[in-house]
């Protein structure tokens, strides 16, 4: 079967490896190579084995690190909290790592079998559906040429243009009132001052989390209250970004100072649509159930989809619809059940209030209680 799929993220590569070689799949991703930004990503859940059914886990682990946890500080550099990470350890063992997501990217890219054919600067403008018996779905790029193929996936992300072609009305993001913006950097002092622990910032309306990723680098991720009808994408400007975030706290504003012309920003946001696949097009990863930030599982579930579509396809033989309905049979309650999380804990994640922030506090203290830790650990991998 000829398989295009739309999007060399996690989910694109992780479906490539999954498809090829039994399939003959080439993968279109519009940046120019593989995208270098991005923020640090807890690694566990339904991911985990299917990364290392994949046969990718032992290149994921190698690129990744443990963190000792995280502590919540404020302008004044006063702790007021921390989640150590040891609990969750003791539960998931080794299925509990973090890594920076573009990590995920290149150790996807080094296990990518040499039949697929991956092609940067591949950026596409349409996408058809095959609405007549027999008829292929096709795919138009922006340099006008014209692909067809027995199965289009959309592994695109939340704002897949993939998912607009086949589901107009649920083209747009679901906001959950939250913006991110994110930058990776190199400074070794700031990298030493952090050593093995996070640190977020006990602050209202807006927060600035900060973690080393090795001994020269850290990255630098923001998030403030967004208007919740906003659905645009933001454009990124340093300037504004430290003018918005100054004052959080001095290893912040340090960071701040780094901040380049290019990051990711972008709105906390989920996507949804009632089905996921029409006339040989379908959906996969963000494309088909982003679950945000805020839910934490959004790269494992993405990894997990993508192996069970490839299976389901496997499983299908020559019966392709038959594939995409064990797939979405397979994946949509657990992915339907990690958005639900999100939502429930979308409200809490930044203080509106000094009162709100002191309820969070007397969380945080809870949550630094060994037994109860390792039973929310168990909870979320449940």
């Given amino acids: 079967m000829e398989v295009l799929i739309v ?22 991703e519009a940046s120019p190579g593989p995208r270098g930004g991005g923020y640090m990503i807890d690694f566990f859940g339904p991911g985990v084995g299917a990364a290392r059914r994949l046969g990718v886990l032992g290149e994921m682990r190698a690129r ?6 995280v502590r919540y500080v404020d302008a004044a550099d006063r702790e007021h909290g921390r ?4 609990p969750l350890i003791e539960v998931l063992g080794t299925d509990y790592f973090s890594i920076l997501r573009p990590q995920v990217e290149l150790a996807l890219l080094a296990a990518l079998p040499d039949a697929v054919d991956l092609r940067y600067s591949a950026r ?3 996408v058809h559906a095959g609405e007549r018996s027999g008829e292929r779905p096709r795919v138009v790029l922006e340099s006008g040429e014209e692909l067809t193929a027995d199965l289009v996936v959309g592994c695109d992300g939340v704002r897949s243009r993939v998912r607009a072609a086949i589901s107009p009305a649920h083209a747009e993001v679901m906001p959950m009132g939250y913006r991110a913006s994110s930058f990776l950097f190199e400074d070794p002092q700031i990298a030493a001052e952090l050593g093995d622990w996070a640190m977020l910032t006990d602050s209202l309306e807006r927060t600035a989390g900060l973690y080393a990723c090795d001994d020269r680098s850290a990255a630098l991720l923001l998030m403030e209250r967004e208007d919740p009808a906003v ?12 003018a918005r975030f100054s004052g959080l706290h001095p290893l912040a504003d340090r960071a701040l100072e780094h901040a380049p012309a290019q990051y990711y920003e972008d709105l906390v946001a989920q996507s949804s649509a009632p089905g996921w696949s029409r006339g040989g097009v379908t959906l996969a990863g963000d494309a088909a159930h982003a679950v945000s930030l805020l839910a934490g599982q959004g790269t494992s579930l993405a990894i997990a989809g993508a192996e069970a579509l490839a299976v389901s396809l496997r499983h299908a033989g020559p019966h392709r619809d038959a594939g995409l309905a064990e797939y979405e049979r397979r994946m949509r309650p657990v992915a339907e059940r990690a958005q639900r999380s999100g939502r429930r804990s979308a409200g809490t994640f930044i ?3 000094a009162a709100e922030r002191l309820v969070h506090r007397a969380g945080r203290r809870l949550l630094g209680v060994r037994p109860l830790t390792r039973v929310i650990a168990r909870r979320l991998v449940a």
């Fill in 124 to 126: 596409v403008d349409e």
């Fill in 351 to 353: 203080s509106r209030s």
């Fill in 64 to 69: 990744s690190r443990v963190f000792e946890g």
């Fill in 83 to 86: 989640i150590e990470v040891a």
């Fill in 231 to 242: 659905t645009a994408r933001p454009t990124p400007d340093p300037e504004q970004l430290r």
């Fill in 7 to 28: 999007g060399g993220g996690v989910c694109g590569l992780a479906l490539a490896r999954g498809l090829a070689p039994a399939h003959d799949v080439t993968v279109l």
